[in-house]
Structure formats: C-alpha cells, structure tokens
C-alpha cells in the first residue's frame, strides 16, 4: 500500500468535479472513480450503474471486487457510519469503537487496492467530494485507514453552483432517482457553505502538503497552468494530459460512480473559457440573490471571488 496515493477531490458537487476527474484519469499513471463513496449504496441499488452502463456486478471494471452482497452491505454501513456528516463529531472526537475502525480500515484498504490493481496505476482518484454523505470522508481514509491522501479542494463560485442546481435541478432528480425537493436554494446554499467549509478546515488540518484549493473557473481560464499546479501537489508529472488538453482532446470516461449525469457521456471535453460567469448575480433571481448574499457570499469573498 505504500505506493499507493489517492488524490481526493474535495468540496460541494456542482463544481466541475467530473470534468476534472476524467481529465486526471487520461494519465497512464492515474485511475479515477468518480464518486467512490457511493459504491456500496449504488451497487445495492436496481437503477443505478457503472459510467460503462453496466450494473456493477457485470461491470467489467467492478465486478471481482465483493465475494457477495453481504460484502457490499458491510461497506456501505461502515462508510456510512463513519464518514456521513452525522458522525462527523464522532470522528473527530474519536468517539467510534476499534472495532468499527479496524473494519472500516481494512475494507476501505482492500477497495483502494483493488481500484489500484484494476487501473494498473498508483494515484486513485476519488472525487466524493464533502457532502452530507462524504463530510468526514477524506479525514477517516488518511487518519483511520492510514492511507496516503491528498486533498485538492475545488471550488467554484457559490452563485454559479447555486444557479445550476436551481435551473437543471439536482444531479439525482434529473437521473430520477429522489424526488425535487422544496426549499432547493436554501439547501443548496446551505450544504455549498458546510461542503466548503469542511473540505476547507479538515483539509488543512492535514498539514499544508497534503492540501491544495483550486478554482473550477482557473481551470477552464488557464488549464494547462492549473493542471500543472495540481501535478506539483500530488507529485505526478501531468504533462500527458496536459497536451492533450491544449490540443483539445477528448477523454474517455472510465467505470466511474456517482450522481453526476456527465459521467454517462462516453467522452468529455474540457470546454475552455475565459468568462465562465460573467454575471453572477444577474443570472439569480432576487430570492436567490437575496439568499446567497445573506449566507454564502461570506465565504465565496474568503475563496476569492469577489462581490
Ligand atoms: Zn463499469
């Protein structure tokens, strides 16, 4: 395990997370998974497939991972018992048992081995992100199962996050997997704050060679720059992708897991852009705006972006 390293793309969803994900996984050295921290549930679930639209059990990348189903129940219990946002005072108290972190150490261990040996690379790339599932994902995969992990927190404007999901709905609505809830901008608001401020503080806990903050907007502004950045943090020389993205490739989305529609195109294009959100504001109507002033800008003036 010592050559393995997984590079955890932090923060609220919504933020170019995919995107960014399978441009990492078009290195020779790199296999990214997408939303990892959804294996289990996902599995265990009859609608929801692999990114190569096959359910897990049959998904040529997936399938020898689990003996059988009680293998696949026992991970998503001991992931959600440690890493969603309810047990988050419980994880950094320390509060669970050493039962339930030698379990969780060893199927979380045996999962990132796996990916590893299945991608024939040594950087896994886990995009969960800090949502309510995920809050305390990254902190209990380096200080419980002692793996080696980087975390780059993404982010992007709160506005243009809380307009994408007040105009196209949220990720699993659209796949039709929950009902659209009510009070979406209140929420959405709310978890882009906490999503933000958790990868933020338990991110540095971790010492400032194992954090990085990156902005979606640098991304599509200047990505061979940004890419170049995120290779220097994680020790991985990116030059691969990088060429192919000044040349305007396309990638290949891998057997990637998660909510986000995106992964179920076959092929992404990073679609580089000097004014990603030229009218913040504008672009929110008056409740948004309202809202977002009163509660997220706060933060979103702390990440850089300016009012
Ligand atoms: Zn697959």
Redesign the pocket.
Known sequence: MNDLTVLYIAGYGRSGSTVLDVLLGGHPRVVSVGELVFLGSDWQSEDRK???E?PYEN????KGLFKDSREVNSLERVVRDIEHRHALPRLLFDAHSEEEKRDYRRRTRKLFKYIAQQGRADLVVDSSKSGRQAAGRFWALKNIAGLDVRVLHLVRDGRAALRSVVEKGSNWALEGHIDEKRWLGTQTTVGWVLANTIAWRLGRSLGSDRYYRVKFEDLLRAPEETLREIGDFVGVGLEPVIQRVARDEVFEVG?NVGGNRIRHRRQIRLEKTDMPNPHPWSDLNSHHQILFAAFGQWLNTALGYEW
């Open positions: 692999c990114a190569c096959e998904c040529p990348f997936w057997h």
